[in-house]
């Protein structure tokens, strides 16, 4: 019988996370555009952001992809990619920030990589991955990442972002979105 209850007591516990899973897939749009492999993250934790990208600007292959980092997250850092080269543009803090007892002075507001050659553009037909890791902000809520995809002929800036009582689905061009859940418990300080 306690096995039974402990059944019963993680599928009730799983419930609304299977709805919330439902209503991310429901919700997004039906047209292929760049995203997140994995769309929720707890706020405050170290988060490997994996950009999906699905086709090119029409039928043209894309040659450079721009990640925004959004307000708030520290410390990116691009995974390198065969055959293309990183570009990493930082900016001035406001104020500046400790971290494992250095100064923080600066922080990568945008990250680019650029196919070397143009045997190395990610054709219309492939899919391919874009990859980085940060530590995301402390508060909860919706999180967008801006992404410009440069083609051999065109642009397309995932950029859009919701306005309230607006559905991602709603959107032509959406920015890759995050959803920061709280973290329950303790401070932990997981790498």
Request: charged letters at 20%; proline letters at 7%.
């Amino acid at each position: 019988m306690t096995y039974l209850n402990t059944i019963k007591n993680i599928a009730a516990f799983a419930r609304p996370y299977w709805a919330a899973g439902l209503f991310f897939a429901i919700s997004l749009p039906a047209a292929a555009h760049v995203t997140l492999e994995y769309q929720v993250a707890n706020a405050g934790s170290y988060y490997k952001g994996t950009f999906k990208v699905g086709h090119g600007c029409g039928t043209s292959p894309v040659k450079q992809l721009v990640v925004t980092i959004p307000a708030g997250v520290q410390g990116a850092k691009p995974m390198p990619k065969a055959g293309w080269t990183l570009e990493v543009t930082r900016e001035k803090l406001a104020q500046s920030r400790q971290d494992h007892g250095k100064t923080i002075t600066e922080e990568v507001s945008r990250i680019s990589w650029t196919a070397k050659t143009p045997a190395d553009y990610l054709q219309n037909d492939w899919y391919d991955e874009f990859v980085l890791q940060a530590k995301l902000p402390a508060k909860a809520g919706m999180m967008y990442w801006p992404v410009s995809q440069i083609c051999e002929e065109g642009k397309v800036d995932w950029a859009e972002i919701p306005k309230p009582g607006q559905k991602l689905s709603d959107l032509k061009s959406p920015a890759a979105a995050l959803e920061l859940m709280p973290v329950g418990g303790g401070g932990e300080h997981n790498h």
